[in-house]
């Protein structure tokens, strides 16, 4: 197909995915999909590539998704037209579903007697039941205690719906109604795109239509290879830490990118096994998008005009050894799989970081805390489960440009819910909603302010969770001698005789007129603060989120009274500032930490722990790693083996 015409259906392509994608979100019930917008709908072909994929609305975690994984045992052979599935299981789809509260739907379409594509759609699901209201809680250690699962299963035969399939999952939900409709909404849009599809074979033809997908596709695939080429070939290894629900328990990810032309490979063995908590995911046999955000958003970078599909992943190649965290075997637990998929986008940044000559950005916020509260429900009696908020915090510096105040670049698709419907719809009442002053880290390009929440309970008891919350211990790392971020913190009833930094949140019980304040982390910074333009400072200073004290301190400007920048003390100041060496800089709580566990140790760890039975994995790592810690021991790549070994006799006679 000639480019112009390529560019001509691509550009259809893309109205009909976008036009579906408005409509769900439009007639959607519950406010996460129809306020933060957790969900997406997109197009496939009859491989189940993606070659049309939305941008103005819902997430844009699962660019280049494939979507054959969501038929599971149902054959390609045996659908017909009306028919819809549904499946929110992350083991049987292949990991298309990353965690069970993304319900999804796949329609075949038709034209002509013949299946030409499949649509697709998912929202993320406010409730499916199991042992928390929401359904996620990060210490829930088995997939069984997070509700109901269904494999991929006829929701619609030939347009005709199976009530029996319905009412399963409707009676496991505690939100049945709210749940019911935004399926419709999802089935809304999958109506859309088959109808707008088939309107497109009747103008172009029905091969021509086809011609286009395999032109939109390819047209991707040679948009990356182009942004991969200019890459530097090599290997580059990087590595970042979870930190678990547990004191002193932190969970690594680990990567070795090469690059080979236009051709890219990233290696994740050395990542630890799959957890007793609910950070696992599933990524399955294909080159998932969910792993590969940051490298994707790198492409479109670059590559503006490649079309949002999987051809952007047919150079790219992922080893993923199952079991660990990151492709985890069944029954995982994996609803706040959002923490582990948060740190891979940190250390795939990393790789690219140490690849690319000027590197790009600094680590960003390093969490996407997503708030749900269960309380009273006092328009209609009994309780209601509400996603409160997403809070993520600040981005980190980029090359040329400041991080961005709030917003994680990572999550920056997920909207704000306002604070009157969350007053309106919940029980709880926003006492405080801001950026945070003095929490940008500094560089030459600074990061982005974290976030501040105060809640509090205004009846008589509530419940919250939060999924997704990370960087307590370990702050957000700079770039090219930018400082590391600022870590999160969660304070209960601040302020008060009862005020207590209480942690990460699992499963926190309120009663009337407590307040929890919620504190983001921020991204690092990119390049020295030394180097930081004075009158940026003082604009900042004049803005109210560096504090004159701050600016002399950390970037060493004097801003006057009148938020001019006094040149002599500036100059005077700025001489004895220290310089950080080297591309990444840590916080002195993860160089401690390093010291005793360099990464070629922990990565050794990590895959010495796979020769043990699964069930032992995770307490193995942990074990070991603690040993090492509390002995203040550093640790060699040659003693983990017997290490090890010690740690499994002492299990097996505890």
Not at 398 to 406: E, H, K, P, V
Not at 553 to 575: I, L, N, P, Q
Not at 626 to 650: C, H, N
Request: charged share 20%.
């Amino acid at each position: 197909m000639d480019p112009v015409q390529t560019a001509i259906m691509a550009n259809r392509f893309n109205a009909i995915v976008e036009e579906a994608s408005s409509t769900l979100q439009r007639t959607a019930h519950t406010t996460f999909v129809k306020l933060v917008q957790d969900f997406q709908c997109a197009l496939a072909n009859a491989d189940g590539e993606a070659f049309a994929y939305p941008i103005n609305t819902g997430v844009s975690a699962f660019i280049g998704l494939s979507v054959k994984g969501g038929l599971g045992d149902i054959p390609l052979s045996s659908l017909k037209p009306g028919d819809c599935i549904i499946t929110n299981d992350p083991f049987s789809s292949d990991g298309m579903v990353t965690h069970m509260m993304d319900v999804s739907l796949v329609r075949p379409i038709f034209q002509d007697g013949r299946l030409i594509a499949l649509a697709w759609a998912f929202v993320h699901a406010s409730d499916i039941g199991g042992a928390v209201p929401g359904s996620i809680a990060p210490t829930l250690t088995e997939v069984f205690q997070e509700g109901l699962r269904l494999r991929p299963v006829l929701l619609y035969r030939e347009g005709v719906l199976n009530e029996a399939v319905k009412n399963i999952l409707l009676d496991n939900s505690r939100i049945s109604s709210e749940l019911w409709g935004d399926i419709q909404a999802m089935l809304s849009a999958l109506k859309s795109m088959d109808v707008r599809l088939g309107q497109l074979c009747s103008r172009y033809s029905t091969e021509g239509v086809l011609e286009g997908m395999d032109a939109t596709l390819a047209l991707s695939e040679t948009r990356a290879r182009e942004v991969i080429a200019a890459i530097p070939d090599g290997t580059y290894e990087f590595a970042d830490y979870i930190e678990g629900m547990r004191p002193g328990e932190f969970i690594n990810i680990h990567a070795r990118m090469t690059v080979e032309g236009s051709n890219l490979t990233f290696d994740f063995t050395g990542t630890d096994p799959q957890v007793l908590a609910a950070f696992n995911y599933v990524t399955g046999t294909t080159t998932h998008p969910y792993t590969l955000q940051s490298l994707i958003y790198y492409i479109l970078t670059k590559a503006p005009d490649a079309p949002r599909n999987r051809g952007l992943l047919r150079p790219v190649k992922i080893i993923a050894p199952r079991g660990t965290i990151i492709n985890a075997d069944f029954p995982a637990a994996g609803g706040s799989r959002v923490t582990a998929s948060t740190r891979v986008y940190d250390v795939v940044l990393g790789c690219l970081n140490a690849a690319i000559p000027d590197a790009l950005a600094a680590a960003g916020p390093g969490m996407s805390g997503i708030i749900v509260v269960t309380g009273r429900d006092r328009l209609h009696g009994g309780k209601r489960v509400s996603v409160i908020n997403p809070i993520c915090g600040g981005g980190g510096g980029r090359l040329g440009q400041d991080g961005i105040d709030g917003i994680d670049n990572r999550s920056g698709s997920l909207l704000t819910v306002p604070a009157e419907t969350i007053e309106v719809e919940t029980i709880m009442r926003v006492r405080r909603y801001g950026l945070l002053p003095d929490s940008q880290a500094p560089g030459r390009w600074r990061s982005g302010a974290a976030v501040v929440l105060d809640l509090e309970n205004t009846d008589v008891e509530a419940v919250m969770t939060v999924r997704g919350m990370d960087r307590l211990k370990f702050a957000p790392w700079g770039v090219e001698g930018g400082e590391p971020g600022s870590l999160a913190r969660v304070i209960m009833n601040p302020g008060t005789e009862d005020e207590r930094d209480i942690g990460k949140i699992d499963v926190l019980h309120f009663k009337r007129g407590d307040v929890v304040r919620l504190i983001t982390p921020a991204g690092g910074g990119f390049g020295p603060a030394s180097q930081r333009d004075p009158e940026l400072v003082a604009g900042d200073v004049r803005r109210g989120l560096v504090s004159a004290e701050w600016a002399r301190t950390a970037y060493g400007v004097v801003v006057k009274d009148d938020f001019s920048v006094d040149e002599a003390a500036t100059s005077a100041a700025r001489v004895t500032m220290p310089t950080r060496k080297g591309r990444f800089s840590v916080c002195e709580t993860r160089r401690a930490f390093d010291a005793i566990w360099p990464m070629e140790a922990r990565a050794a760890l990590a895959v010495g722990a796979f020769r043990y039975d699964a069930s032992m994995r995770p307490i193995l790592v942990r074990n070991t790693v603690s040993r090492f810690v509390d002995k203040s021991e550093p640790a060699t790549v040659d003693v983990i083996s017997d290490a090890l070994a010690e740690e499994s006799r002492q299990l097996q006679f505890s």
